[in-house]
């Protein structure tokens, strides 16, 4: 880019404005990605690219129009602003768009969040190459059932993005990105194939788990599913790891939008302010925390951020909002608004946080005469309305308080209202994962499919 992009999208603003826009927000993007993808000690795969676009929102007598464009000459963005104008000129009429309330939005300085890394900004090809060489050596080192490799990467990125609008707003942060990601690959007796991965994404290298430290992982949980079976059907304890609690979270983000309120395809629409889950469940959705990849000053709309509780102790506290679904809801916004340069603005998560508890995984485990220690989740079995939840599910069987042999061709199932509930104990081993933290916790029955 040749110009800052802030200035950019107040320069796009006053030309929508000076053609008889109503109300206006430009949101400019730009970032470079680099990679070195590795396999069996070889390079397969280096990426080096970079990108950047611009997005308008036009809003003229209650219409809207969006456009954008990744040609940032002065002809293209006069074109652009002329588009959308125009179109926004013939579009329908909604009494509910417009720009967020003036008072919302994030005007003064930001807080840096500890977005932006420069050791990420000077490292090389060579160092990223070597640092993925180091992590396959390591999941090949660790045992030797580890037969093959499904690729070991090195990635880092490193993006602006800039909002300004006729309201006056104008902001921009930076951020870095950097993550570690492999996939280890074991035979079965039978000859067929088991595997598992690991990965360690973050703001700063600092946070980043050591190449040895993923290798090892994936080369662990791929040679623990060597020999896994089925179990006969059954309702059970299942102690989920805290590796695909992250999936639940998931879960909850997307019940939890203003936009699935307002559709009433939420099965927690009618819960606000009730005890839905667990005493022992809290969740919080957080922009602020320092140096997480859900961080951000301000959502896509300019609206300054803030932390959120979800839930409180089991009690539903909080849809997330973004302009548009809030006013058709008579609310207002909560700072969630997702958005990029073609696209709407729309409510979703920062960072999603769990509270921890205070079990190891043993103690969690412990007391089951038979049960299921939940490793993996697979397919899209969720009614979001209903809560209605069936998904295909790989594991480890417990015996006797302990995890005794690898179990899978699976099915979960249940209702999330029910499962939620039924959350009986929750562990201390808080894991990031991109933008969530969760702990294993535990539920106290469900059904568990197989033979």
Known sequence: MNENPLSLASDIVDKARRLGADEVDAYV?????????????????IVDAGSHAVGIRVIKDKRTAICSTADLTPQAIEQLVRDAVEMASISEPDEYAGLPERDDLAFGNHPGLGM???????????EMRDLALR???????????????????????????????????????IGTQAALSIEAICDDADGKKRNDYWFSAERTLRRLES?????RKAAERAVAKIGARKVATTAVPVVWESTVAHALLHILAEAVSGEALYRRSTFLAEFEGQQVASGLFSLTDDPLLDGRLGSRPFDGEGVR???????????????LFDTYNARRLGRRSTGAAHRG?????????????????DQTMDSLCEGIE???LLTDLMGFGVNMTTGDFSRGAQGFWIEKGKPSFPVTEINLSGNLKDMLIS?????NDLLWRGNSAAPSFRMSKLTVSGL
Do not use: C, W
Request: charged share 20%; net charge negative; no cysteine.
């Open 29 to 45: 993007v730009s970032s470079t990605e680099s990679s070195v993808q590795v396999r069996r000690g070889v390079v397969e795969r």
């Open 116 to 126: 932006y890394d420069e050791q990420i900004e000077a490292l090389t090809t060579e």
């Open 135 to 173: 992590m396959e050596a390591s999941m090949f080192d660790h045992d030797k059932r580890v037969t093959n490799s499904d690729g070991a990467e090195m990635g880092v990125t490193r993006g602006q993005v800039a909002l300004a609008n006729s309201l006056g707003f104008g902001g921009s942060y």
């Open 211 to 215: 190449p040895e430290d993923v290798g």
């Open 305 to 319: 951020s803030r932390s959120l509780p979800i839930f409180e102790d089991g009690i539903f506290r909080n849809f």
């Open 341 to 357: 340069v073609t696209s709407a603005p729309a409510p979703g998560s920062s960072n999603f946080v769990m509270t921890a508890g």
């Open 370 to 372: 038979e049960g299921l």
């Open 423 to 427: 959350i009986d104990a929750v562990g």
